[in-house]
């Protein structure tokens, strides 16, 4: 059978990283991927049951995820070693769509997710999504950690409510007004959980800190008898392995309002996804293929709903805790997954002996490492513009509503950049260089030429975009007695987009009007190309468009003897 066409880089762009690794894969390789998978999923475990129930939706399908995304991230991945499954990212989002639409609206959200991961992939839109602003990322990341922290306080205090509010300040206020039904029972296990998690790491990192505090917290509150809220006596038991995959009940109406929650899903699974692979990258010396994990990101997606599962990406700690420990291929995130599936069948009716507050703990540790509080401090001494971007991004993720904060930081972000890319952008009367004496050595300077009289020599120097069209109008506007010639240079103009095209034609239309011949010079490719599209170089004639300033100033010398002079009278708009 033959190879497909196409370069083998494109090729190559879109084949797992699996099957690349099992190539020459050894057994010692397997026994270090198969360690690894099994820790990893000792980790992915209590962190695992915590996200399903932080995101509004029983234990069970927290668990569900970890295992059939889990899976198919590593063997459909981009990345060597990611561990895909439930993250903190999606707590908020998730816990929005359930408490508005319900659990069919959330699966239904998630494969909506998964198909646009699919197609951001195939478009080849890996590459683009690093460029989503830092500010933005931190923000609305710093936000999360905030509300999972919020989210939290109840079992962690084991407070005496019924229900707990999703705003905010209404979280808060409830909080507040239960703060006497708090539970010494269920504080004490909340700090023995934070005490673990923070030292147990100088103990051992062959053994998960997660995982010893989840033990050693459910032995204690089983043996002492104490007071404390488990799983089982608030969702009853886990397990039972994976659930026949079924469809939920999906409508036209339905479609529509999940559009925005789905895109966001999509969005954050992939930066978080992409954000992982590159730490990952950075670890083990590799390189992974991004629009082939979108790919991987968008079917785990597609089919987690299938089975009741909630959204997946890729996880940081546990890429991480999977390459500290061995892990240097796909195999160990699919153990981990199958490792995960075996818990699930076997152990998993213990697990509804395990404290809220125990869970509460450790979503308490994952948020404060989440916030990134460091990275914010820091933020908040980066430009004004950035940092406005920061704290709007920030504030609407806790106060409104994640969708609404990326939505309105990107556009901030958007608006601001092109701000900044008009004020580099900078058009001015060169001609004037004559005058004002001395000036830096530069192989283009005018003053190193001599200028026949009548013509001038403007230069615009940036993106010639719509941002910086009227710099272009009042530098033109300031021309006193029209020009003989007029000679535009565009060698400092790597791009040029529909309001620079539209105005030049402007510019050549009034100078024909009134008698000034109209000279580009040093046209670079990109503007060159974008002017040939729109038939301006054919108006304008090609023998009037000169390689650089020496070949524009002998063709401005011809036409100011072979036209005559242009009337006087207003400046050229």
Not at 35 to 48: E, H
Not at 56 to 63: A, I, N
Not at 212 to 236: D, K
Request: net charge positive.
């Amino acid at each position: 059978m033959t190879e497909p066409a196409g370069p083998p880089a494109l090729t190559a762009m879109f084949v797992p990283k699996l099957v690349s690794t099992l190539r020459g894969y050894t057994r010692a390789q397997f026994v270090r991927d198969l360690t690894a998978g099994i820790i990893v999923a000792v980790v992915a475990l209590p962190l695992s049951i915590a996200f399903g129930i932080a995101s509004g939706v029983t234990p069970e399908r927290g668990l569900i995820t970890a295992i059939v995304a889990g899976f198919i991230i590593s063997a459909l991945g981009g990345s060597r070693v990611q561990i895909g499954g439930p993250t903190g990212a999606f707590v908020v989002i998730v816990a929005g769509i359930v408490e508005r639409y319900g659990v069919d609206g959330l699966l239904v959200a998630t494969a909506m997710a998964g198909a646009l991961l699919v197609l951001m992939g195939v478009m080849r839109l890996g590459g683009v999504i690093k460029f989503v602003p830092q500010p933005v990322v931190i923000g609305f990341t710093s936000g999360i950690a905030l509300i999972i922290f919020s989210s939290q306080i109840k079992d962690a205090l084991g407070l005496a409510l019924a229900a707990v509010p999703s705003e905010f300040a209404a979280k808060w206020a409830a909080y507040r007004g239960a703060i006497d039904t708090a539970s010494p029972a269920a504080i004490g296990v909340t700090v023995a959980t934070l005490l673990i998690l923070h030292l147990w790491p100088r103990v051992s990192l062959k053994v998960p800190a997660p995982f010893v505090a989840l033990v050693s917290t459910t032995l204690a509150v089983h043996l002492l008898a104490l007071p404390v809220e488990t799983i089982g006596s608030r969702f009853g038991e886990v397990g039972g392995g994976l659930p026949a995959p079924h469809l939920p009940q999906v409508t036209a109406t339905m479609l529509r309002e999940l559009a925005g929650p789905a895109f966001t899903i999509a969005l954050l699974a992939a930066i978080e996804s992409l954000l992982s692979a590159v730490v990952a990258d950075g670890m083990i010396g590799g390189r992974h293929r991004s629009n082939m994990e979108l790919v991987a990101q968008g079917v785990a997606n597609i089919a987690s709903p299938l089975f009741g599962g909630i959204p997946a990406t890729g996880a940081i700690a546990r890429t991480a805790t999977n390459v500290k420990s061995g892990g240097r291929t796909p195999v160990a995130g699919m153990v981990h997954a199958v490792v995960l599936l075996l818990i699930a069948l076997f152990v998993g009716p213990l697990a509804a002996r395990i404290p809220m507050a125990t869970l509460a703990g450790i979503l308490i540790m994952v948020a404060y490492h989440m916030s990134e509080w460091r990275n914010f401090r820091s933020q908040l001494r980066a430009p004004r513009s950035d940092v406005v971007v920061l704290l709007a991004t920030f504030l609407l993720t806790v106060l409104v509503d994640l969708t609404v904060a990326l939505q309105v930081g990107m556009v901030l972000s958007a608006f601001l950049f092109m701000r900044r890319m008009a004020e580099v952008t900078n058009v001015q009367a060169v001609t004037r260089q004559l005058e004002d004496g001395p000036e830096e050595p530069d192989a283009g300077a005018l003053s190193a030429r001599v200028v026949p009289r009548g013509v001038e020599v403007y230069e615009i120097d940036g993106p010639f975009f719509f941002g910086a069209a009227e710099r272009f109008k009042e530098a033109l506007g300031e021309m006193g007695q029209r020009p003989k010639v007029l000679i535009i240079r565009l060698r400092k103009v790597p791009v040029i987009d529909a309001t620079g095209l539209s105005l030049l034609r402007e510019l050549h239309v009034r100078c024909q009007r009134q008698g000034t011949q109209l000279v580009l010079s040093g046209v670079q490719p990109q503007p060159r190309g974008a002017l040939e599209r729109a038939g301006l170089l054919e108006e304008i004639g090609t023998s009037r468009i000169a390689a650089d300033l020496d070949e524009a100033l002998a063709i401005a010398g011809l036409l100011v003897h072979q036209f005559p002079t242009p009337a006087r009278g207003t400046p050229v708009p």
